[in-house]
């Protein structure tokens, strides 16, 4: 096996030399690092991954945490990897479950693996664990939550705006009983949406109604049951808006079942736009959440931290809306 001293003896240069053009720490003449480097191409020498690491107190990789690895989160990932390692850097990933300590768990993996950063999706860690670990000099991004003593970590979509984009095309549309079926409450980005749907209303002076909204659990089964539970109500509403997709793939099952159909009985809005909403049956008009650019703008964000740059990215972005099928115009009845 090739050594550093068989580098040292052909490009006739001191080990610590070719150490230092190898790690990239101290100048050194330009006659001799391309004497280095010439001798490193001959020799076909790979330095040893491990010592690099030592010595320049990083290892190349990046944690990333989410809640799970399917659905929504398939997304991000997919992004973040093909973006990181574009730029030399290997990912290594890891579920919180939903639970703080699963996701405490998760920290505490990674950084006994020494990644380099750590981005993070996660609502179940506290906001000073986390600013905790920005104190301790641990470089971490947040995707999806905002928490203001370390804004400049945070990468967010506006989901108040995606609410109120997403009520406000039903009411457009000339619908006034729009019931919602929002996320769990204790998240920030359902507490966001459904405070998006208020303030459409209130816009448009329709009166928000308790009984016209069901808190589930951002699950296909957990849009079923709210849907279930609004139908049982007796309240007549002309739509529904679903704070998620995979809880409006729900709600469209349940209205099928039930014999309503979707758009000229119950019209029906999501938010993610997932791959599917395009092509469920109607397709489905949603909101567009900006995965890839979150994710690049969370990879420059953990990039421009390694490395000490300026912070110039995104902080706060925006979501769109997609029509498609799922919606009726009640004005042009």
Do not use: W
């Amino acid at each position: 096996m090739v050594t550093i001293k068989d580098v040292s003896e052909l490009a006739g240069v001191s080990q610590a030399t070719v150490s230092r053009v190898i790690n990239g720490k101290c100048r050194v003449g330009t006659d001799k690092k391309l004497r280095v480097e010439r001798a490193i191409k001959i020799l076909g020498y790979r330095p040893n991954a491990i010592a690099q690491a030592l010595a320049s107190c990083r290892t190349g990789s990046i944690g990333i945490i989410v809640p799970e690895l399917g659905g929504f989160f398939s997304g991000i990932l997919n992004s973040m990897e093909r973006l990181l390692r574009n730029l030399g850097y290997h990912v290594i990933v890891t579920t919180g479950s939903n639970t703080e300590q699963s996701e405490q768990e998760s920290v505490e993996f990674m950084l006994n693996r020494r990644v380099d950063a750590i981005i993070l999706h996660t609502q179940q860690l506290s906001d000073e664990y986390l600013i905790d670990l920005e104190k301790k000099g641990i470089y971490i991004v947040l995707i999806n939550r905002i928490i203001p003593e370390i804004a400049e970590s945070c990468i967010n979509i506006d989901n108040v705006l995606g609410g109120l984009i997403a009520t406000k095309h039903l009411i457009n549309m000339g619908h006034k009983t729009i019931a919602c079926i929002t996320g769990p409450l204790e998240k920030a980005d359902a507490r966001e949406r459904l405070e998006g749907y208020r303030q459409a209303l209130n816009s448009s002076d329709i009166e928000y109604r308790d009984d016209l909204v069901v808190e589930a659990s951002f699950t296909e089964e957990s849009g079923a049951r709210a849907t279930e539970k609004l139908l049982g109500r007796n309240y007549e509403f002309s739509a529904i808006f679903a704070s998620n997709d995979h809880m409006a793939f729900g709600a469209s099952e349940v209205l099928k079942t039930k014999g309503y159909a979707i758009p000229e009985q119950i019209s029906l809005i999501g938010f993610d736009d997932v791959i599917f909403a395009r092509y469920l049956t109607p397709s489905l008009t949603t909101i567009n959440f900006p995965v890839e650019s979150m994710s690049e703008e969370a990879v420059q964000l953990v990039i421009q931290k390694i490395k000490k740059h300026d912070k110039n990215v995104n902080f706060k972005l925006s979501p769109s809306l997609v029509i498609r099928a799922s919606v009726r115009n009640l004005k042009e009845t």
